[in-house]
């Protein structure tokens, strides 16, 4: 059974920032898609997958977080990233990393960001 661990979230002034981690039990492929998800606002906020063969990586992200979100991922470190800037009080939420994989959804048990002053 793979498992997710996130960790990095946290209380943060607006404007400020932080980075979200999440780390698999088991190995990622290339054309896995990793991706965070927020409760709050029900949406998925960004998403990283890959080709197999080029090896060429996809980003997506909601328009709510373009320009402010960057994902990225690490596979020898079977780790994805959510490296958060310009967070506004409207980001709040708690995080959850997703995996799928071979037809799989995983889920991490969440971390906490909050956007106040």
């Known amino acids: 059974q793979v498992q997710l661990v996130e960790s990095g979230g946290g209380l943060v002034q607006p404007g400020g920032s932080l980075r979200l981690s999440c780390r698999s039990s088991?190995?990622?492929?290339?054309?896995?898609?990793m991706g965070w998800y927020r409760k709050e606002q029900r949406e998925l906020v960004a998403t990283i997958t890959g080709?197999?063969?080029?090896?060429?990586?996809?980003?997506k992200y909601r328009d709510s977080v373009k320009g402010r979100f960057t994902i990225s991922r690490d596979i020898p470190k079977n780790t994805v990233y959510l490296e958060m800037n310009s967070l506004r009080p409207e980001d709040t939420a708690v995080y959850y990393c997703?995996?799928?994989?071979?037809?799989?959804?995983?889920w991490g048990q969440g971390a906490q960001v909050t956007v106040s002053s």
């Open positions: 997703t995996l799928t994989q071979g037809g799989n959804e995983y």
């Open positions: 080709d197999l063969d080029t090896g060429i990586l996809r980003t």
């Open positions: 088991g190995g990622i492929s290339t054309d896995d898609t």
